[in-house]
């Protein structure tokens, strides 16, 4: 807090204050009227304003508003005497940080004012923190340029600026958690709390004193009344993971939050209000838990207002490139370079764990490559595999389902390669309907016309 605007209609009031101030550092200018204090303020901006109450004209309280009204983060210190305490005391509620009552010892205004000015740095470290969140979790940082995921980004934009309820849904590694919170940091609660809960890392009794708080003896091990995730995000957003993992009775009290806004402590009784955004996310089919008696109907209704569906890697290739360049710079190996063999092979994977296991594979490239080039050998197994046949030795690093997915590509690209191309042959010979073989070959990344030249 470098700069001091001092109004008092005293002279010598005026000239202590700036004498006494700037043998602190501090750059002081003063004003002996509101009106000369607004001219002077809107020049250029003080982060803190020392001001008489009571002056000729307009009065200190009227100035500050003014003032605030070009620059809101500016703090105020009122002067006042003894007859107008009352009013100080008023001018603190209506926004002033703080009052000094006449006569007052230069420390005490010392002391003032480096309390303001601490209380002014934490202020701005707050407005840089929330604006490197909004700029690390805003749209811009999800690393896309696909047709999929544009339509995405279109829903996410134009639910964010609302406390609509969302459900993500979506394979696990996806960017649930990315989109949800890329969704309250551009929208009104920005400032408040983002509180991420996963649903099915906790067991059912734990996961309700974790959201709901309990008070002191409700259970054995409460020694202590705690406050739930639901009131410590009050006015901003609570992100629920694997939503459809929570319990019959947790989903009744879910839905009483939704609905009334409110809710009990474990083992309290009294009810605590809450004004929250919730979204969720899942990865399964809440649907089947409708039918199947697992999922409450009238909680699926309440958190699927507004439903978003993430496209699994292996239907969004196209950003597969962007994404090894975002993870090169986030492990700080920008100055690697993947060649085209070694992204051919990334792209033609599959990607069972999706955008959280092409991270995993990149960081595990750069630990191993050496010099500045990634090589086709620093890549798993079961990627380098999509290109050759898998000897035995080679399998067993495996699992099922990759091992599995590998066979299948492979077994396609032979037969395709049988018939010089010929998409309706093959799908008769292997007996696969065309519309399921072309889901397959779209799927695996298989272009009929590179195997042939490449035959």
Known sequence: ??????????????????????????????????????????????????????LDGMDGMDAYRAIKERSPRTLAIIITGHASLKS????????????????????????????ASEHQQLVEENVHLQGELGEKFGFNNIVAKSTPMEEVFQLMRKVAPSSVTVLLRGESGTGKELVARAIHYNSPRKEKRFIGVSCGALPETLLES?????????????????????????????????????????????????????????????????????????????????????????????????SISLPPLRERKDDIPLLVQHFLKKHQAATKTVPPKTMEL???????????????????????????????????????????????????????????????????????????????ATSREIKLSRRHFYEKMKSYHINPRKLKSQK
């Not at 101030?21 to 200018?29: D, F, H, P």
């Not at 649907?287 to 409450?296: H, L, S, T």
């Open 1 to 54: 807090m470098g700069k001091i605007l001092v109004v008092d209609d005293e002279e010598n009031m005026r000239k202590s204050l700036k004498a006494l101030l700037g043998t602190e550092g501090y750059e002081v200018r003063t004003a002996s009227s509101g009106e000369e204090a607004i001219r002077v303020a809107g020049d250029e901006v003080f982060p803190l304003l020392i001001t008489d109450l009571r």
């Open 210 to 306: 974790e959201l709901f708080g309990h008070e002191k003896g409700a259970f054995t091990g409460a020694l202590k009344q705690k406050r739930g995730l639901f009131e410590v995000a009050d006015g901003g957003t609570i992100f629920l993971d694997e939503i459809a993992d929570l319990s019959l009775s947790t989903q009744m009290k879910l839905l009483r939050v939704l609905q009334e806004q409110e809710f009990q402590r474990v083992g309290g009784t009294d009810l605590i209000r809450v004004n929250l955004r919730l979204i969720s996310a899942t990865n399964k089919d809440l649907e089947d838990g409708v039918r199947e008696g697992k999922f409450r109907e009238e909680l699926y209704y309440r958190i699927n207002v507004v």
């Open 88 to 115: 100080a005391i008023e001018a603190i509620r209506l926004g002033a940080y703080d009052y000094l009552v006449k006569p007052f010892k230069p420390e005490e205004i010392l002391l003032t004012v480096r309390r």
């Open 346 to 424: 990334l792209m033609m994977y599959h990607w069972p764990g999706n955008v959280r296991q092409l991270e995993n594979v990149v960081e595990r490239a750069i630990a191993l490559s050496q010099g500045r080039v990634i090589s086709e050998n620093d890549l798993p197994p079961q990627i380098r595999l999509n290109s050759q046949p898998a000897s035995p030795d080679q399998l067993g690093n495996l699992t099922f389902q990759e091992a599995r997915e590998n066979f299948e590509k492979q077994f396609l690209q032979r037969a395709i390669l049988r018939n010089r191309g010929n998409i309706s």
